[in-house]
């Protein structure tokens, strides 16, 4: 078998078993008229206060980029379990590496056919090097810590951002280093607005004020530390 079947044959597998996963998550979800907050709901009721809940949260956590469950909705479920320090510990850890994850699918499936999979991709982005995606893309690969770091930061679609870093096959130390820390202010916020609901499928009855208040001012510091860096990107 040459290498460029090989390596056709291993995105095939890959992009499959991502397409089933996604499809039962959902044929799951329509069949039992579950929105995406009673389906996280059910999940609290189930392991609350369970022995093995924190290693049912982590295994959760880790699928859920396969079938891209919202990364905020099951950060706030990490808030309701865990607390607001507890909770933050957990999500952190399994953010990270759920993120991995997605980066290493997208690197699976975004590698030429025929390319050693050691081999860094340098595509020529001429063409659109004027257009929002070859801008970003050039970005992404010179300077990708800085790049991934502003994109966490203002919230970017978590998952996207994490299968188009690894489909550009950008350095992964680069990548989660910048996750790592770019994601702390978000995760923070949506922590704390969890911590402070006892149910996440009955709106914000009862959130404590203040967990709002602290959502905001962590929020309005991210995009105030994006702006300063990507102005930074920019004169440099």
């Not at 089933?20 to 009673?38: C, G, K, M, P, Y």
């Not at 930061?153 to 992964?172: E, H, M």
């Not at 006892?198 to 914000?204: A, K, M």
């Amino acid at each position: 078998m040459s290498a460029t079947t090989r390596a056709w044959l291993q995105r095939g597998v890959v992009a499959a078993i991502w397409l089933v996963a996604f499809l039962l998550w959902r044929n799951h979800q329509i069949s039992n008229d579950l929105s995406t907050t009673e389906a996280g709901q059910r999940f609290i009721d189930a392991i609350d206060a369970a022995w093995w809940g924190l290693l049912a949260f982590f295994g959760v956590y880790l699928l859920r980029p396969i079938v891209l469950f919202p990364a905020s909705v099951l950060t706030i479920m990490g808030g309701v379990l865990f607390g607001p320090v507890g909770g933050t510990i957990a999500v952190i850890i399994a953010s990270n590496t759920s993120a991995m994850i997605a980066f290493g699918v997208g690197r699976l499936l975004g590698k030429p056919p025929g390319a050693p999979v050691a081999d860094v991709v340098d595509a020529d982005v001429g063409d659109v090097a004027d257009s929002l995606v070859g801008r970003w893309s050039a970005k992404l690969r010179e300077n990708s810590f800085e790049t991934v770091f502003v994109m966490r930061l203002i919230f970017l679609p978590y998952d996207l951002v994490s299968y188009v870093c690894g489909a550009l096959r950008i350095k992964w130390t680069s990548f989660l280093l910048a996750t790592a820390l770019g994601s702390i202010p978000g995760t923070i916020s949506f922590v704390l607005l969890g911590a402070s609901l006892e149910r996440i499928d009955q709106g914000l009855d009862g959130i404590n004020p203040l967990a709002i208040v602290a959502g905001v001012v962590i929020f309005v510091v991210s995009i105030f530390t994006s702006r300063v860096i990507k102005k930074r990107q920019t004169t440099s």
